[in-house]
T-cell receptor, first 115, second 111 residues
Framework: EAQVTQNPRYLITVTGKKLTVTCSQN?????MSWYRQDPGLGLRQIYY???????DKGDVPEGYKVSRKEKRNFPLILESPSPNQTSLYFC??????????????FGQGTRLTVV | AQRVTQPEKLLSVFKGAPVELKCNYS??????LFWYVQYSRQRLQLLLR??SRESIKGFTADLNKGETSFHLKKPFAQEEDSAMYYC?????????????FGSGTQLTVLP
């Protein structure tokens, strides 16, 4: 089944403790991105990747890192999480970002709480 | 500035009533617009895109370039339509064409 898989689904952590949220897609998509979803603010893009070893900042990259060593994986790294990073995170992938009309496929979401 | 505005955070209608979720955009280029839906405890998924001019689950959306709008409409709402709806615009960021989302409208269809 074609899908985007995030892990973990739920995570509670303490301020300053490094964590990684994994994202994997099995559709051979070039383009992957991370969003955070907050009430009243909708989805805001954190980072995106056009292809392997090509990543760039989105609208709200502060406090986050990403890597794209393989096409299928795009982990989101919080080196020193803070309470304002408490949010619902979504990973998404698309065949490419070079043309229009391509659908974005989303993961199930990761609900992160930083205390 | 490239922006998508959904003015209603919450919208409630009764079953069988018409529903319209508003979306306005600001974009200097040729817009490519989408509606995504997120049902309770499910992932975000594409509902429809303006270029397809299709009706999905009874929903339609027409791009009005004069009013820079892409409102989502359904003549007779059903309880299973209750969900979070996001309007999205494809914008150019560097060499990429990417989605920027509105803040979303939570639709509740009452029995």
């Amino acid at each position: 089944e074609a899908q985007v898989t995030q892990n973990p689904r739920y995570l509670i952590t303490v301020t300053g403790k490094k964590l990684t949220v994994t994202c994997s897609q099995n559709m051979n998509h070039e383009y992957m991105s991370w969003y955070r979803q907050d009430p009243g603010l909708g989805l805001r893009q954190i980072y995106y990747s056009m292809n392997v070893e090509v990543t760039d900042k989105g609208d709200v990259p502060e406090g986050y890192k990403v890597s794209r060593k393989e096409k299928r994986n795009f982990p989101l790294i919080l080196e020193s999480p803070s309470p304002n990073q408490t949010s619902l995170y979504f990973c998404a992938s698309s065949p490419t970002a070079r043309t229009d009309s391509t659908e974005a496929f989303f993961g199930q979401g990761t609900r992160l709480t930083v205390v | 500035a490239q922006r998508v505005t959904q003015p209603e955070k919450l919208l409630s209608v009764f079953k069988g009533a018409p529903v319209e979720l508003k979306c306005n955009y600001s974009y200097s280029g040729s817009p490519e617009l989408f509606w995504y839906v997120q049902y309770s405890r499910q992932r975000l998924q594409l509902l429809l895109r303006h270029i397809s001019r299709e009706s999905i689950k009874g929903f339609t959306a027409d791009l009005n370039k004069g009013e820079t709008s892409f409102h989502l409409k359904k003549p007779f709402a059903q309880e299973e339509d209750s969900a979070m709806y996001y309007c999205a615009l494809k914008i150019s960021r560097g060499s990429a064409r990417q989605l920027t989302f509105g803040s979303g409208t939570q639709l509740t269809v009452l029995p």
